[in-house]
């Protein structure tokens, strides 16, 4: 059974037709990196599968179940499925270490000591453990998006999402977060990343997708996909960002 | 020769005997009816403020107009309306146990708490309209419950933003308490101007107002500093 499902999504803005018709599995412990040009619906894709997003027609499986059924507490299916996004979104009032354990002990009733032992040995996981007691406006950008990737682990979700992670990042500090993604990619997690970080990409996807203007235009593991594009679009994509 | 000339300054007169007990009672008098009206105030403006953000339309209306209404008329206006009006306005019941107690303490307390309240109303919505949506977003996308993510993430943020105005309104509404004298609430200003028609020594009598109405302000402001010094420097997104 895949980890995740979607069949023929269909989105709208209004008038605008956002995700037109996409379908597509992802096994557990897979690796899918989502490239394209802006505004070609890569980032609402994603969105929809933790329902950030709403979306008219098709379905989403998340582990075998319908996102939309009645029998899904969206609080629980959000605690499973991890999103990282591109300005990390820490909370300013809080410290490192308080915004790694909110959601533990908040949705998941995880005891204070027990939550914050997992916190601080997921920030050195991720390289920041001597800034648990500072406030995220004390830390570069990349140190709280590492921040930021080490909170979503803390709810231990089986899928993670990417929004474009490094995209608000100074290019010095691109690499440090590239390379706690690409630990959690060895590690078996289950990934979808929209990143234009294509050695990234090379080095750990198992499969890139493109899309263009709300379509999967086309799909192949990493080698083929940089070495032989079959579409027009993708060729000119990739000879724009490589 | 002038008469003016000829005034003997008389400070001890006004600061003790009967005269500095009625100004202490004064002071008493407004404390309360400021602290009453600001505890009273504060219930109120934050439901206006959560009908104005629902998204049930005549919930909203009724905010809108509550706040603009009180917002937009003068004060000195309103505590008359309540005085002379209240027996129209409000239940029979409610009436005779104001006339049965203080009722002109009563009236001014609804007059002040409700124009404050719709000052308030205004502070508590932009506060929390301030934080960016990307908040919710994050919270929620971590799995927190809606009222969860306010509690937590939301509103803890908002307060800070907005206890620095909403202080301000205090200092406003401590000043504006001065008004209630009119209906003959016994406040301090009240109490100053009997001190002007026993005693003639009405610079006196005015000018110890002044100051405690000065030092009482200065109290409030020196807590909003201290405040902004304390939480405001970690904020930044």
């Given at each position: 059974?895949?980890?995740?499902?979607?069949s023929?999504?269909?989105?709208?803005y209004?008038?605008?037709?956002?995700?037109?018709?996409?379908s597509?599995?992802v096994?557990k412990?897979e690796v899918?990196?989502?490239?394209?040009?802006s505004?070609?619906?890569?980032?609402t894709?994603?969105r929809?599968i933790n329902?950030?997003?709403?979306?008219?027609?098709g379905?989403?499986?998340?582990?075998?179940?319908?996102?939309?059924?009645?029998?899904?507490?969206?609080?629980?299916?959000?605690?499973?499925?991890?999103?990282?996004?591109?300005?990390?979104?820490?909370?300013?009032?809080?410290?490192?270490?308080?915004?790694?354990?909110?959601?533990p002990?908040?949705?998941?009733?995880?005891?204070?000591?027990?939550?914050?032992?997992?916190a601080?040995?997921?920030?050195?996981?991720?390289?920041?453990?001597?800034?648990?007691?500072?406030y995220?406006?004390?830390?570069?950008?990349?140190?709280?998006?590492?921040?930021?990737?080490?909170?979503?682990?803390?709810?231990?979700?089986?899928?993670?999402?990417?929004?474009?992670?490094?995209?608000?990042?100074?290019?010095?500090?691109?690499?440090?977060?590239?390379?706690?993604?690409?630990?959690?990619?060895?590690?078996?997690?289950?990934?979808?990343?929209?990143?234009?970080?294509?050695?990234?990409a090379?080095?750990?996807?198992?499969r890139?997708?493109?899309?263009d203007g709300?379509?999967?235009?086309?799909q192949?593991?990493?080698?083929?996909?940089?070495?032989?594009?079959?579409?027009?679009?993708?060729?000119?994509?990739?000879?724009?960002?490589? | 020769?002038?008469?003016?000339?000829?005034?003997?300054?008389?400070?001890?007169?006004?600061?003790?005997?009967?005269?500095?007990?009625?100004?202490?009672?004064?002071?008493?008098?407004?404390?309360?009816?400021s602290?009453?009206?600001?505890?009273?105030?504060?219930l109120?403006?934050?439901?206006?403020?959560?009908?104005?953000?629902?998204?049930?339309?005549?919930?909203?209306?009724?905010g809108?107009?509550?706040?603009?209404?009180?917002?937009?008329?003068p004060?000195?206006v309103?505590?008359?309306?309540?005085?002379?009006?209240?027996?129209?306005?409000?239940?029979?019941?409610v009436?005779k146990?104001?006339?049965?107690?203080d009722?002109?303490f009563?009236?001014?307390?609804?007059?002040?708490?409700?124009?404050?309240?719709?000052?308030?109303?205004?502070?508590?919505?932009?506060?929390?309209?301030s934080?960016?949506?990307?908040q919710?977003?994050?919270?929620?996308?971590?799995?927190?419950?809606?009222?969860?993510?306010?509690?937590?993430v939301?509103?803890?943020?908002?307060?800070?933003?907005?206890?620095?105005?909403?202080?301000?309104?205090?200092?406003?509404?401590?000043?504006?308490?001065?008004?209630?004298?009119?209906?003959?609430?016994?406040?301090?200003?009240?109490?100053?101007?009997q001190?002007?028609?026993?005693?003639?020594?009405?610079?006196?009598?005015?000018?110890?107002?002044?100051?405690i109405?000065?030092?009482?302000?200065?109290?409030?402001?020196l807590?909003?500093?201290?405040?902004?010094?304390?939480?405001?420097r970690?904020?930044?997104?």
């Amino acid at each position: 059974m895949a980890m995740i499902e979607v069949s023929k999504l269909h989105k709208w803005y209004g008038d605008f037709h956002v995700l037109q018709g996409i379908s597509e599995k992802v096994e557990k412990g897979e690796v899918l990196v989502i490239c394209g040009p802006s505004g070609s619906g890569k980032s609402t894709f994603i969105r929809c599968i933790n329902r950030l997003e709403e979306y008219q027609k098709g379905t989403i499986l998340f582990d075998g179940k319908d996102i939309h059924d009645k029998s899904v507490n969206i609080n629980n299916l959000r605690a499973e499925i991890g999103i990282v996004f591109q300005q990390f979104n820490l909370y300013p009032h809080l410290t490192v270490l308080k915004n790694v354990t909110l959601a533990p002990i908040k949705v998941k009733g995880v005891d204070k000591d027990e939550a914050e032992k997992v916190a601080l040995s997921l920030l050195e996981r991720v390289g920041i453990h001597d800034q648990a007691h500072k406030y995220p406006a004390e830390l570069s950008g990349g140190q709280q998006q590492r921040v930021a990737i080490a909170r979503s682990l803390a709810m231990k979700p089986k899928v993670m999402l990417f929004d474009e992670p490094t995209s608000a990042l100074d290019p010095e500090m691109i690499n440090e977060v590239l390379n706690v993604m690409k630990d959690l990619a060895r590690e078996g997690m289950t990934m979808l990343c929209v990143t234009h970080e294509m050695g990234f990409a090379r080095e750990v996807a198992d499969r890139v997708i493109f899309m263009d203007g709300g379509a999967v235009v086309e799909q192949a593991p990493p080698d083929e996909f940089f070495k032989n594009p079959k579409h027009e679009r993708t060729k000119a994509f990739l000879k724009e960002i490589l | 020769m002038d008469r003016a000339l000829n005034y003997q300054f008389d400070w001890q007169l006004v600061l003790s005997g009967e005269y500095a007990d009625w100004l202490v009672s004064g002071v008493i008098t407004t404390l309360e009816i400021s602290a009453l009206s600001l505890l009273l105030a504060m219930l109120l403006g934050t439901i206006v403020a959560v009908m104005r953000m629902t998204k049930f339309k005549p919930l909203e209306w009724v905010g809108l107009a509550f706040t603009e209404f009180f917002r937009n008329t003068p004060l000195l206006v309103q505590i008359y309306f309540w005085y002379y009006g209240s027996n129209q306005v409000l239940p029979e019941a409610v009436n005779k146990w104001l006339y049965a107690h203080d009722f002109e303490f009563a009236a001014g307390v609804i007059a002040l708490t409700v124009y404050t309240a719709a000052f308030i109303a205004e502070e508590i919505r932009s506060g929390i309209y301030s934080i960016p949506k990307n908040q919710l977003e994050a919270s929620r996308a971590g799995g927190l419950s809606f009222i969860q993510a306010y509690r937590y993430v939301i509103l803890p943020q908002a307060f800070r933003i907005i206890i620095p105005p909403l202080i301000s309104q205090s200092l406003n509404l401590i000043k504006n308490s001065s008004l209630v004298m009119v209906i003959g609430v016994m406040d301090i200003f009240y109490m100053a101007r009997q001190i002007e028609s026993y005693s003639f020594h009405g610079f006196e009598a005015f000018t110890v107002a002044t100051l405690i109405y000065l030092s009482i302000s200065l109290v409030v402001s020196l807590c909003i500093n201290l405040y902004n010094k304390h939480f405001l420097r970690q904020i930044s997104y």
